[in-house]
């Protein structure tokens, strides 16, 4: 069963780079067809699809964060990585890391699949900037 853990910093400052690391285990990044998604939960609002990278490197952002946000993988350590650059207290919120299925059985303009969808999910790190 495949297992997804957060980690960085809870607290960052405005206009820093937020720095999150999700660590995989029982199971590859690499692995086909699986998407690896950051997704973030502001206080009192919905679930926000931040971007993903593919099991074979590709990225994709949500196009709103798009000029924020950078994804990148280290498949040595089985690892992916998101930063967000230029955080304003509006990027508090509680990011997820987690495992989207769809490629397996979709296919066309990845925008980040249904959330509902996805099988496995992190336990979630809160962060917060200060102002």
């Known amino acids: 069963q495949v297992q997804l853990q957060e980690s960085g910093p809870g607290l960052v400052k405005a206009s820093q780079t937020l720095s999150l690391t999700c660590t995989v285990s029982g199971g590859s990044i690499t692995s086909k067809y699986y998407y690896w998604s950051w997704v973030r939960r502001p206080p009192g609002k919905g679930s926000e699809w931040m971007g993903a990278?593919?099991?074979?490197?590709?990225?994709y952002y949500d196009p709103s964060l798009k000029s924020r946000t950078s994804i990148s993988r280290d498949t040595s350590k089985n690892q992916f990585t998101l930063q967000l650059s230029s955080v304003t207290p509006e990027d508090t919120a509680v990011y997820y890391c987690a495992r989207d299925p769809s490629r397996f059985y979709t296919d066309g303009p990845y925008n980040g699949g249904i959330l509902a969808e996805y099988d496995s999910w992190g336990q979630g790190t809160q962060v917060t900037v200060s102002s």
């Open positions: 990278i593919s099991y074979d490197g590709n990225t």
